[in-house]
């Protein structure tokens, strides 16, 4: 019986872990349980289908790297708040999709990352999260509380909190607010109208596209941004679409469509805009690299010869100035006891013999 007993504590200690293995994380949440007096009154629905999400739009939520969402209602005395949370793999995905749901006859919010309201609706996100919250009546302390709702939204870890830099090549003159899109593939392209199709912005080499309206002199026009990896990708990308679209002859009445490269970005300006302006507004299209350099470009203080040398002079020069003072410390001190202590300490009161050994 002894025996048995630690045999069974063994059995199942090693049973313990694996039953513990077995069973999966719960994943965090996406929306808080209450937030500024709100509170949870239905159990939220969750899922990580993105059909669920969007029913007319899966294929782009994929696109843009959908991982899962909530949708949840909240409640505060008599009112309710429908609120949908959609996580994405990084906050590219999360501001792709906001730049897709948010229209221009919304307006500009401070909620979260970016924001946008049109009535009792507002569109937010923050980090890899992009959230819908619909209201049964606006009050002026709406926005107050959902900006304490998007303190409680999860952020993404390490680089997939950062956003997308091609948007901030788009000009600010002219611009049109809330039209900027942000576009990483063919469905996402194909929701926006493009100038060009999908297989001559080639998404397969990494490209990424930002696309925003400006106010011209003739009506609305369209500057789309192309981003390539290498430079050398770009300048066979414009090549192509330029052959696609010749420039047509002066008098012409065809549509406009001018076109530049600056490093690895491709500029396109189509509509109704003045070739002047069309060229103006290209010209503000710059790219500017930025250059990390962490190889070392002198000597260490340790690879130095110099200063090696240095360091050993002034080492010598140290051992050899402490050697001085404790030779004047030691002295002074014998000096100091013979005058106070005579015969005492350092001196000897008979002489020493010396045994010597008389060998031949």
């Known amino acids: 019986m002894k025996r048995i007993v630690p045999a069974l504590i063994l059995i199942f200690a090693a049973l313990l872990p694996a039953s513990a293995a077995d069973a999966k994380p719960k994943p965090e949440s996406l929306l808080p349980d209450a937030f500024a007096g709100w509170q949870k009154s239905l159990p939220a629905r969750t899922s990580s289908n993105p059909t669920n999400a969007d029913k007319v739009n899966p294929a782009l939520l994929t696109e843009y790297g959908f991982n899962d969402f909530e949708d949840a209602t909240y409640a505060k005395g008599d009112r309710k708040m429908q609120v949908k949370a959609i996580r994405f793999k990084d906050a590219s995905g999360a501001y792709g999709a906001f730049t897709y749901y948010k229209t221009p ?158 490093g690895p970005l491709v500029a396109i300006v189509t509509g109704a805009i003045s070739p002047r302006e069309a060229k103006s507004l290209l010209a503000s299209v710059n790219y500017d690299a930025e250059v990390t350099w962490n190889q070392r470009t002198g000597l260490s203080p340790r690879d130095n010869v110099g200063s090696l040398l240095v360091g050993v002079v002034l080492l010598t020069g140290i051992i050899l100035g402490l050697a001085v003072v404790a030779g004047i410390a030691f002295g002074g001190v014998r000096i100091l006891g013979k005058r106070l202590f005579p015969n005492r300490v350092f001196d000897r009161s008979q002489d020493v013999e010396i045994i010597e050994l008389k060998l031949r």
């Open 105 to 262: 006859e919304m307006q500009t919010e401070k909620i979260g990352d970016q924001a946008a309201s049109a009535n009792d609706r507002v569109l937010f996100y923050r980090g890899g999260i992009l959230v819908q919250a619909v209201l049964d009546r606006v009050t002026p302390m709406s926005a107050a509380e959902l900006r304490e709702l998007a303190i409680e939204i999860p952020l993404p870890a390490g680089s997939a909190r950062h956003l997308p830099t091609l948007p901030l090549y788009l000009p600010r003159q002219g611009y049109v607010p809330n039209t900027a899109k942000y576009v990483v593939g063919p469905v996402g392209l194909g929701s926006i109208s493009g100038p060009i199709p999908a297989n001559q912005v080639d998404f397969e080499h990494g490209a990424e596209l930002a696309q925003g309206l400006y106010n011209s002199g003739r009506g609305t026009a369209t500057l789309t941004l192309i981003s390539y990896p290498t430079p050398q990708i770009a300048g066979d990308r414009l090549r192509a679409v330029d052959t696609a679209h010749p420039q047509p002859p002066d008098g012409s009445t065809a549509p406009l469509f001018l076109t530049k490269r600056s």
